[in-house]
């Protein structure tokens, strides 16, 4: 990759699972793939279960389809690197599959999705057509169809990461409805920085010098002697 002087920049790999943070929440990308920050809420436990069970390293055949689970994925042209949940292959055609906890919301994970049919597209050298999600609590499986406009906001928001980590910025905080079931909500304090100038005005106010009373029955003349 060259810089507009012409000097060859460092590509920076980015994991897979950035771009849904980024989607979700570009802060909370930052705190965890710049600040390395990670928490632990009721949601990332469950997902860490979830995918220990998929992570087995197993492979299946189940009616014709075999999967293989917790596959290192990574592409040298895109510079991205992280791991597929499943790989079916379907008519020989490979298929990602991403499994989550909760339903599905957005289309955050469709952009993790993609991300993995890119590197498999490129590490099999076959086109990949179709994802699937895998929602454990809707218990609802949805095919994602790898089109233009997908990939086009794949490449995007790997890009819109790529420059994150690259300046290291870490952006102010929206503090609306996705706070409460952010795994990082704790660790973000959302409501006291998204408030950050009332704050500093609080923190001024109580360190300013308020000057002495003066006169008679104030003790000035006790304190002066
Ligand atoms: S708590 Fe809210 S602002 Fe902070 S990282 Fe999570 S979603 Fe973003």
């Not at 991300?115 to 499986?141: D, K, S």
């Not at 086009?152 to 819109?160: F, N």
């Amino acid at each position: 990759m060259l810089e507009p002087g012409g000097t060859a920049a460092e590509v920076i790999d980015v994991p897979i699972s950035a771009l849904e943070h980024y989607s979700y929440c570009p802060r909370q990308c930052a705190l965890i793939h710049v600040e390395q920050t990670f928490d632990e809420n009721q949601f990332t436990i469950r997902g860490r279960i979830a995918h220990e069970r998929v992570d087995s390293g197993e492979e299946r055949t189940t009616r014709g389809v075999r999967a293989l689970r917790g596959i290192p994925l990574w592409s040298e042209q895109y510079g991205l690197i992280g791991r597929a949940d499943v790989v079916e292959f379907q008519a020989g055609r490979p298929v990602p599959v991403e499994y989550k906890v909760g339903k599905r919301v957005g289309a955050h994970a469709e952009l993790q999705l993609c991300a993995q049919a890119l590197c498999l597209e490129e590490m099999l050298g076959v086109p990949v057509a179709i994802g699937a999600l895998y929602f454990r609590q809707e218990r609802r499986r949805y095919d994602i169809a790898m089109d233009d406009s997908l990939r086009r906001r794949t490449v995007e928001t790997l890009e819109a990461v790529r420059d994150q980590i690259r300046s290291q910025a870490l952006p102010p905080a929206p503090a609306d409805a996705r706070c409460p079931n952010c795994s990082l909500f704790n660790a973000c304090l959302p409501s006291v920085v998204a408030r950050r100038a009332a704050h500093w005005r609080y923190q001024v106010d109580l360190f300013r010098a308020v000057p002495l009373p003066t006169g008679p029955g104030t003790g000035a003349r006790d304190r002066d002697a």
